[in-house]
């Protein structure tokens, strides 16, 4: 069985991000800026919460986009930005066999 490099891999899920990242943009455009807008903001007031939950409030907010993932997009902006970071871990709700979801919060 063939196995990826950690690189490769990390290039390969860098590129799906963009790409769904720019599907978002064009279905809903400033998809991105809204969606980190929400997260910070709900951290701020709310404290430590899941990704996953994250999106899920943002969706019931009508933040809606044609791919759940393209939240990822968002969170990673607000990271590299050093508006929010990692407070732990979690038990996932989503996914197929993963490791444990990410806790995030204000910085």
């Not at 599907?23 to 951290?43: K, M």
Request: some cysteine; charged content about 25%.
């Amino acid at each position: 069985m063939n196995q990826l490099s950690l690189p490769l891999a990390i290039r390969l899920g860098e590129h799906a991000m963009q790409r769904t990242q720019i599907r978002a943009e064009h279905a809903e455009p400033g998809f991105t800026q809204r969606a980190a807008d929400f997260i910070l903001g709900y951290l701020t007031d709310c404290g430590p919460t899941p990704g996953e939950l994250l999106t899920d409030l943002a969706k019931a907010k009508g933040i809606r986009p044609p791919d759940d993932r393209a939240f990822g997009a968002a969170i990673k902006m607000l990271v590299r930005r050093g508006q929010i970071r990692q407070a732990g871990w979690c038990e996932r709700t989503k996914g197929h066999g993963c490791g444990g979801g990410r806790v995030w919060e204000a910085a």
